[in-house]
């Protein structure tokens, strides 16, 4: 490549950069600047080059470089990294990141230097931000009631709150040998590095998570927990979690299980020791405990004999096998209250079996069958010696269950005499009840029936998958497959039925294995709880609506605070800049620099009151407009946020049409819709079309809008080249909440606000699109012959009983300063203050001594508008104008009421406050 072509390459490079690419001389003065500079401070170039460049340092900044610039020409040598605030056009800082390197000619002498600085004001004042907020961080995070706790990608510990430390026993300084090693079981740990890994790779858990904990002193809990990134520097650093105990819901929720698959198990057997078999099972895995038995009263020696046991050796069986009816056992027994013994504390003999056992805790729970005890279950443990209230409710609960069971079946020839009557029950049920084999119904209640509306001749004649609901098919195969298998799978599911009606309808299955004409088949209960399924769909759809409305107004009150902050200050601005204006020369130079700052401003404050108006804080006001200006406007905003690759072309036939419209409000029209259609040709790009008409609408035309009169329409029309929508789409597109976008993207509130607009404004919204071929929407406002009012810019002149005395109250030291100014130049005599209570002290002294009292709306300890009642009382006729940046707490209406003579909304200018004290003290001649 030749030097030319690399040098062209080289400038093409330079010029095209995002970075200010410069060069000085050994003064400090600009000799290049590549057009980057613009777009970071505001200047061209060839405002840059020939000028020092110390000029638009910040002060504290411009001492340093003076003296560091001594060194760097001494040396011979740049600089790497140094942060310096640089002076934007618009007066505002902007922070440079600069890096520079010595210009050394042939003969090594230095003549000045070149570099790259890059702007970083966002990166430091997030910086700044960040380190603000750490401070509150911590405090929230020591506040939390439930544990919170911070750890690396390894499961190490990095921090806890007092509520995690003393859910897990431990202190503030074991936290850092704290580790998901010695906290969660083994058959846990692979599925939390799961999770963590899924936590890094999305950002936060999915769902919730259960976990079974260790504790310090060796005991366990279970908590409820779910986790989120934490970043750092930009980068994700650790992980938060928040934890929620959950050990007794748990514990109730494993002994609820183990009841009912206890009941289903011993239901469904006839033979007594193995429905005993099943029952001290369950009592041993629900209480902890490692070994039992069960013992039956003899009906007539009263004696107990041991009929079945579990855990104990065959030598210490034969000790324990009979206790006469006499013993001290089997009176305490009889005596039927449960017995709960720490072993190792009772008094006994060291020959006794239980001793030489070494059993530390023993339970004994009467069985009991219409209030006569006819047995007992006994637990014990090799390992604990205190047997705790879930323990013990549990024991109590099984020991019910087994002496159910026994009474079931020695009273099973009873229950075969009362089979008709059950039959009965079981036909008039209120659950639908059937019975499944080999995939077929082989009996069914009049229930089921209901649910699905097929004769009994038509359910028995094909498989019962086919009434199933094809997504739940696999499900219910799955779980009639567990059950036959002899599996225990979930108690309790659900799924759906297609009815006769091929209506769906939600149904609530317990299922139990029986015995069916010799073979085994599945009992299955069903209750319809479609109507529960719907309210619960219904709550989902309300909770999300809330969240969003919720949303929305927390963007209101975002949206009145920085309308109060922000009028505040550019009050301040709009304020000082006329003066300034005033004490130039019409024909100086900075007075036209000065008219742009005052322009800028009533810039700044019609973007307020857009704020206000889409988060819906302030009234909509409708004036005659002239909408192509609007949209004129709109189309150069819009050119410098859509990307090259899409074309705008616009067809503005109706420029001098006018409409009662709300400017915002059309504006946000535009904004809108041009968005989506630029989000339609993102990908692949595109042509953007706008055109602006006057149409007649006829009565035909308007039959799809009977509220709307024929006549003559303003239509704006906006179309794209785009992926457009399908006949599904388009029919929700209006709809609140609806968005086809990522979650990110948008909230789908854009085109419902757009259509309420519309509406508002008495005309209507259409739209046609077909697939890949693109979207146009076409908007009708009606047009009225009344022409725009032109605001007379000629400057109004005081009236000639101008008020002499003026009282000035408001709490921004910048507010009182330009105010008192100016209402000095326009001859009156000011006193201002910045505390609303030592306003009222002065007035209180001498009331009559102001013929104007002007006072800002929200300051501390006293509002204005309290301020005007307390004067208002002292003196009545006491001409009084409120000024407010923003308040919902008071409107102009409110402050007629209270006597207040005038309104000022913050920004105001001098010519606006002329008029509203010429209104008060009548207009001059």
Not at 76 to 100: D, F, I, P, Q, V
Not at 435 to 451: A, D, I, S, T
Request: with cysteine; glycine share 6%; aromatic share 8%.
């Amino acid at each position: 490549m030749s030097n030319s072509l690399q040098k062209n390459e080289l400038r093409i490079l330079v010029e095209t950069s995002k970075d200010w690419m410069w060069a000085i001389d050994t003064h400090g003065v600009h000799t290049y600047s590549n057009p980057a500079v613009e777009n970071i401070l505001g200047y061209r170039p060839d405002e840059l080059v020939g000028a020092s460049s110390l000029k638009l340092l910040h002060p504290d900044d411009k001492k340093k470089v003076r003296t560091l610039l001594k060194t760097w020409i001494a040396k011979k040598r740049g600089w790497n990294g140094l942060l310096l605030r640089w002076k934007h056009k618009n007066g505002s800082y902007r922070y440079l990141e600069s890096n520079a390197v010595p210009i050394i000619d042939a003969q090594g002498k230095l003549n000045g230097f070149r570099g790259v600085d890059c702007d970083v004001t966002e990166r430091v004042q997030a910086q700044e931000e960040l380190k603000s907020s750490k401070e509150r961080y911590t405090a929230l995070f020591d506040r939390q009631l439930d544990p919170v706790f911070i750890h690396d990608f390894q499961g190490n510990f990095i921090d806890a709150n007092s509520a995690a430390l003393e859910l897990l026993g431990y202190t503030e300084e074991d936290i850092p040998s704290i580790n998901f090693k010695t906290i969660i079981s083994d058959d846990q740990l692979s599925h939390v590095m799961q999770e963590i890994a899924e936590i890094i790779q999305t950002g936060s858990q999915k769902k919730m998570q259960e976990y079974k904990l260790k504790k310090k002193n060796g005991g366990f809990i279970w908590v409820e927990t779910k986790g989120s990134l934490i970043y750092k520097d930009g980068k994700p650093y650790a992980i938060q979690g928040i934890a929620r105990d959950i050990t007794k819901r748990k514990q109730a929720e494993e002994q609820l299980l183990i009841q009912h698959d206890l009941a289903l198990a011993v239901s469904s057997t006839t033979d007594l020791i193995k429905g005993l078999a099943l029952c001290l099972d369950a009592a041993l895995k629900i209480s902890g405990m490692d070994c039992g038995g069960i013992y039956f009263v003899n009906k007539i020696t009263g004696a107990l004999d041991l009929v079945h046991h579990k855990g104990l050796p065959v030598k210490f069986i034969k000790s324990v096998a009979h206790y006469d009816g006499g013993s001290p056992n089997a009176q305490l027994v009889m005596k039927g209250e449960p017995i709960y013994l720490e072993y190792v504390l009772l008094d006994v003999p060291k020959d006794k079996a239980e001793v030489k056992e070494k059993l530390q805790a023993i339970a004994i729970i009467p069985l009991k069958y219409k209030n006569r005890v006819i047995g007992c279950l006994n637990a014990s443990s090799h390992i604990f010696s205190k047997i705790d209230g879930y323990q013990r409710n549990a024991l109590e609960t099984i020991a019910g269950q087994i002496s159910n069971t026994v009474a079931r079946l020695l009273a099973e020839e009873a229950l075969r005499d009362r089979e008709k009557k059950y039959r009965e029950l079981f036909e008039n049920a209120n659950e639908g009840i059937l019975v499944v084999q080999e995939g077929y119904v082989k009996f069914l209640n009049p229930k089921v029936l209901q649910f699905i509306g097929y004769t009994q001749e038509e359910i028995t004649a094909q498989p019962l998958e086919n009434f199933i609901y094809k997504d739940d098919r696999e499900k219910a195969a799955e779980i009639y497959r567990q059950r036959m298998q002899g599996q225990t799978p979930i108690a309790v599911y659900e799924l759906r039925i297609v009815n006769k009606s091929n209506k769906i309808r939600w149904i609530e299955t317990n299922t139990v294995v029986v015995d069916w004409n010799g073979r085994s088949a599945l009992l299955c209960f069903m209750n319809d709880i479609t109507y529960k399924k719907q309210a619960e769909q219904e709550k989902i759809r309300i909770e999300k609506q809330l969240q969003q409305a919720q949303k929305l107004d927390a963007l209101g009150t975002l949206a009145g605070g920085i309308a109060h902050d922000f009028n505040n200050i550019l009050s301040a601005i709009i304020g000082f800049t006329e003066l300034s204006k005033e004490d130039l020369p019409d024909d100086s130079p900075i007075v036209q620099y000065l008219q742009h700052v005052l322009q800028a401003g009533e810039r700044a404050k019609d973007l307020v009151k857009q704020i206000l108006a889409f988060s819906r804080r302030s009234e909509t006001e409708k004036k005659p407009l002239r909408v192509s200006l609007i949209v004129k406007e709109a189309l150069k905003l819009l050119r410098a946020s859509l990307p090259s690759t899409i074309e705008i072309r616009s067809y503005i036939k109706a420029d001098n049409c006018i409409v009662f419209a709300n400017p915002t409000q059309i504006h946000q029209i535009m904004m809108n819709l041009c968005a989506n259609a630029g989000h339609a040709m993102r990908e692949r790009g595109g042509t953007l079309s706008v055109s602006l008409k006057q149409i007649d609408v006829d009565a035909a035309s308007l039959a799809y809008h009977p509220e709307l009169e024929a006549g003559e329409y303003l239509e704006l029309t906006i179309s794209d080249t785009g992926h457009g929508m399908s006949s599904e789409i388009m029919e929700r597109i209006f709809d609140p909440y609806f968005t086809t976008k990522k979650k990110e993207e948008g909230t789908g509130l854009g085109l419902s606000v757009v259509h309420g607009i519309v509406k508002d404004h008495g005309g209507f919204i259409t739209v046609k699109s077909d697939p890949d071929r693109g979207s146009a929407f076409n908007v009708c406002l009606p047009l009225i012959q009344e022409q725009e009012k032109q605001e007379s810019i000629a400057d109004i002149k005081p009236c000639r009983s101008w008020p002499q005395h003026v009282l000035l109250i408001d709490d921004e030291q910048e507010l009182v300063d330009s105010n008192a100014q100016i209402l000095k130049r326009l001859g009156s005599h000011v006193q201002t203050t910045l505390s609303s209570l030592k306003a009222l002290e002065l007035f209180q002294t001498a009331p009559k001594d102001f013929d104007l009292v002007i006072t800002d709306q929200t300051m501390p300890a006293m509002t204005g508008a309290d301020l005007a009642v307390e004067m208002l009382r002292i003196r009545s006729d006491t001409p009084i104008i409120l000024c407010t940046g923003f308040s919902e707490k008071i409107t102009i209406e409110k402050a007629k009421t209270l006597g207040i003579r005038e309104f000022l909304y913050k920004p105001f200018t001098k010519r606006d406050l002329v008029i509203v004290i010429n209104n008060i003290f009548g207009r001059s001649a």
